[in-house]
């Protein structure tokens, strides 16, 4: 995986995740993630895009749930996501980024 854009695929917004992140003492961000990425890789990665330096990054390999529809059955794809725990000192608000991008549509 060389380019470092393509590594963090999109946030994971579940309420799990919304307790990890609002927790003030471990400031903390869930993301999806390429399956082939590393640590190091992630780590360069959000510090590319969103300028953030990282304490420490965790990554989860979560399974595909199996699914049925009437008699045909089949599998959701698995995937990989990463725990991202921030320095100390820094911060960064993943709904702000949201909100930005609402208000530059607005003016145009």
């Known amino acids: 995986m ?17 307790g990890i992140m609002n927790d003030d003492e471990k400031n903390r961000l869930v993301f999806r993630v390429a399956k082939d990425a590393t640590k190091s890789q992630i780590k360069a990665a959000v510090l590319l895009v969103f300028g953030v330096k990282v304490a420490s990054v965790n990554t989860l390999r979560m399974p595909g749930k199996p699914k049925r529809s009437g008699k045909h059955q089949g599998r959701r794809p698995g995937y990989k996501k990463a725990i991202i725990t921030l320095a100390a000192g820094e911060t960064f608000d993943l709904f702000a980024l949201e909100n930005m991008g609402e208000e530059e549509a607005g003016e145009v």
């Open 2 to 18: 060389a380019d470092l854009h393509n590594i963090l695929l999109r946030p994971v917004l579940t309420e799990k995740t919304a």
